[in-house]
């Protein structure tokens, strides 16, 4: 579903060079979930945005569901891009429109009737489980809770693929583990394949099937998270691991006391 | 009771003179008003996307406008182009010239700033959606810089409303002049007209500026909510 060959990006600062995709290449089956996991500044962030182009890449080629997007033109890009959803750490919803409008609009935008576009957007409001905040404004939403409009938002463009950039970094425990259900869940029933980068040792744990541990913008280390995780070869696999493991006891003991 | 002389008022037709001068400062407010939101709201949208040469242009614009005191502009304008190029333009051609100037100036730097205040993943999320260039400053930049603009470009108009009065200084019979005018012909029989005049003044520029502002306070409070 989603190939990529060879990328590189580089930021140029006044101060300094900043590689922060060096030479990278991996590919996702359909129907995957794929996560990308690495320390802050890893370069995990651009790696996403150069999924769907946001951030062009210098050098590489990106291949998503047969289509090569870096040779294609702005207008070819903004079809392909329909096919591509994304969901960002901090949401993005339009904030003076309701949460139906918030679905809605890009559906409109893409030709739909009004009519048309508010019923379906409706529908996805009840796979995401908000059916009764239709009428809410963002504002007055819960973090999870907007979060979940932006996945209505996403799965309402019918996308082959979501990317989640760090979607529930900004979460407590408790929403993360409702969001990463949610996230399974629509990959399972509308055989969307997602590529989702975080922090989060819990996230890759929860619902990914392969991963790519990302160090200095090089993957280190990839394959089943099962395997990965059961025989870390890195060393920044490895500390991953043991702070995950730090994780649970700290969440054991929470529970104890 | 204290005499404020305000029954120099009601002598001939000196409240109409007086209604009549305001008249004439709101029209200069009016005009230029309308002038500075146009183009204003034009140059701020070029000067954020604009390129540097652009930038640099709209930066020395602004720094001009802003460093001159709008007196200085007035004169420049009314006098020094008669002077210097033989044009011959009314007072409140001038004045109208002049608070455009400012009000452009000041309008968009108001624009680009809420353009720029938009963070940066609501162009990400648009783009994402596969939203144009076009459609992203349509559907999604602009309707939420407009929202943060309307309070300040408000209290711009009550700023530009209020400096008019600057304009009795190039012979423009606007409020101030005509009250002038009255409170010399009267000086000898009501000696207290000053005091009364311009404390009318000040509630006719209220008058004009006060539902402006509560129209900017309210706009506030909802915003705030939304």
Known sequence: ?257 | MLDLGLDVLLKGKNLLRLLGGLWVALRISICSVAISLVLGTLLGVLWQRGNRLMQAGMWIYLEVIRIMPQLVLLFLVYFGTSRTFGWEISGEAASIIVFSLWGTAEMSDLVRGAITSIPKGQYEAAAALGLSEWQASRYVILPQAARRLLPLAINLVTRMVKTTSLVLMIGVVEVLKVAQQIIEANRMSSPNAAFGLYLVIFFLYFAVCAPVSRLAKRMEAKQAVG
Request: glycine fraction near 8%; include cysteine.
């Open chain 1, 1 to 257: 579903m989603i190939r990529v060959e060879h990328l590189v990006k580089t930021f140029s600062l006044p101060e300094q060079e900043v590689h922060a995709v060096r030479d990278i290449s991996f590919s996702v089956a359909r129907g995957e979930i794929f996560g990308v996991i690495g320390l802050s500044g890893a370069g995990k962030s651009t790696l996403v945005r150069c999924l769907n182009l946001l951030e062009r890449p210098d050098s590489g080629e990106v291949w998503v569901d047969g289509k090569c997007l870096t040779k294609l033109k702005d207008r070819e890009l903004e079809q392909e891009r329909r096919k591509i959803s994304m969901i960002f750490q901090g949401y993005n919803l339009l904030m003076q429109r309701s949460v139906l409008d918030n679905v809605s609009f890009p559906l409109e935008i893409a030709g739909l009737r009004k009519k048309q576009a508010r019923e379906q957007a409706l529908d996805f409001h009840r796979t995401v489980g908000l059916e009764e905040k239709a009428k809410a404004y963002p504002a007055q939403l819960s973090g999870g809770q907007r979060q979940r409009v932006a996945i209505a938002r996403a799965i309402a463009a019918r996308p082959k693929v979501i990317l989640c950039d760090e979607a529930t970094s900004a979460l407590d425990p408790e929403t993360t583990g409702t969001i990463l259900k949610l996230l399974s869940r629509i990959n399972r029933e509308y055989g969307i394949t997602i590529v989702l980068i975080t922090h989060e040792m819990r996230v890759i744990e929860e619902i990914c099937g392969s991963v790519a541990v990302l160090e200095k913008g090089q993957i280190v280390e990839m394959g089943a998270v099962a395997e990965v995780f059961a025989a870390p070869k890195t060393a920044a696999a490895k500390r991953l691991i043991v702070q995950r493991q730090r994780e649970k006891e700290l969440s054991g003991l929470a529970e104890v006391a």
